[in-house]
């Protein structure tokens, strides 16, 4: 059902090098299934699938803590040092890739 339903023109795809739970590669092997689909329904319109693996495990995303003590913490260890001692540099460059994906998206 996917394969014919999904319309999504970009999508991201976000693997951890550590992650035993992840489906990354099947998942995105479906979408490009689904985008094959919707290119013979609509040959003009562009699809773009793409699959980052970034350093980290299944609940990396997760491990942020809030907002206001990181910040204490950075002013006093510094950036590197807080985000490596309160274990969120995975978190971290999971939120850059995800902006600059979206930048990349912006006209």
Request: with cysteine; charged share 35%; glycine share 4%.
């Amino acid at each position: 059902a996917a394969r014919r339903r999904y319309r999504a023109r970009r999508t991201l795809v976000v693997q951890y090098d550590d992650d035993p739970l992840d489906e990354s590669e099947q998942v995105e092997t479906l979408l490009r299934e689904a985008e094959t689909v919707m290119r013979n329904k609509r040959p003009m319109v562009d699809f773009d699938v793409k699959r980052v693996v970034l350093k980290g495990g299944h609940a990396t995303p997760c491990l942020a803590p809030p907002l206001d003590l990181a910040s204490r913490v950075e002013d006093i260890l510094g950036e590197d040092a807080a985000k490596n001692r309160l274990l969120y540099a995975g978190a971290d460059e999971t939120v850059d890739e995800i902006v600059k994906w979206l930048e990349e998206g912006s006209f």
